[in-house]
């Protein structure tokens, strides 16, 4: 059974950092394409980044520069480093994935979400 | 930037009724369409793949149609479990994107 169990998060300064964790189980974080997921309060799901199995990143335009996608294969798990951090940036953060062994996929497994929220 | 529409925003409706959903995409995205489940406060469910593919475990209930750039997700007959929120999304291209959500709500 994949189970994607979250971490990090919580109530950050506008220019803060943190890191947003993701420890993978049923699968291998390095042999499968990983992806961030954010959705604001109330409004819909926006693609942040992907994490390639050769380890390419891909970034969404309003957080490249900020963010950071990286994997530790040892401890099987997805980061997101988010820096530089605007209110804007407040939402739910998710991690996802797939056994579709493509760079491109729909999202077959889900993290629980994990909230950042950007205020003074 | 591919977009996605997706209309209703706001659907009411009845158990027993057949819903159907659009999601419009600004090009064509070869069949790369999911269409994913949400409920307040819980990740997304995935429901469909490839524009019509069901997933393991999707009540048969729900179909997924269209191609090139209209697509549709249909429910045939509304069970209690259906209402809340659906997304479409396409990975045809970078940037991935998702439909701004099609609430569905008890008439």
């Known amino acids: 059974e994949v189970q994607l169990v979250q971490s990090g998060g919580g109530l950050i300064q506008p220019g803060g950092s943190l890191r947003l964790s993701c420890a993978a189980s049923?699968?291998?974080?390095?042999?499968?394409?990983m992806t961030w997921v954010r959705q604001a309060p109330g409004k819909g799901l926006e693609w942040v980044s992907d994490?390639?199995?050769?380890?390419?990143?891909y970034y969404a335009d309003s957080v490249k520069g900020r963010f950071t996608i990286s994997r530790d294969n040892s401890k099987n798990t997805l980061y997101l480093q988010v820096n530089s951090l605007r209110v804007e940036d407040t939402a739910v953060y998710y991690c996802?994935?797939?056994?579709?062994?493509?760079?491109?996929?729909?999202?077959?497994?889900w993290g629980q979400g994990t909230m950042v929220t950007v205020s003074s | 930037d591919i977009q996605m529409t997706q209309s209703p925003s706001t659907l009411s409706a009845s158990v027993g009724d057949r819903v159907t959903i659009t999601c419009r995409a600004s090009?064509?995205?070869?069949?790369?369409l999911a269409w994913y489940q949400q409920k307040p406060g819980k990740a997304p469910k995935f429901l469909i793949y490839?524009?019509?593919s069901l997933e393991d475990g999707v009540p048969s209930r729900f179909s997924g149609s269209g191609s090139g750039t209209e697509f549709t997700l249909t429910i045939s007959s509304l069970q209690p479990d259906d209402f809340a929120t659906y997304y479409c999304?396409?990975?045809?291209?970078?940037?991935?994107?998702f439909g701004q959500g099609t609430r569905l709500e008890i008439k």
């Open positions: 490839k524009a019509s």
């Open positions: 999304q396409q990975y045809n291209s970078y940037p991935i994107t």
């Open positions: 994490i390639h199995t050769d380890g390419t990143t």
């Open positions: 090009q064509s995205i070869n069949n790369w």
């Open positions: 996802a994935t797939s056994f579709a062994l493509v760079p491109l996929h729909a999202f077959d497994f």
């Open positions: 049923g699968l291998p974080v390095s042999g499968n394409f």
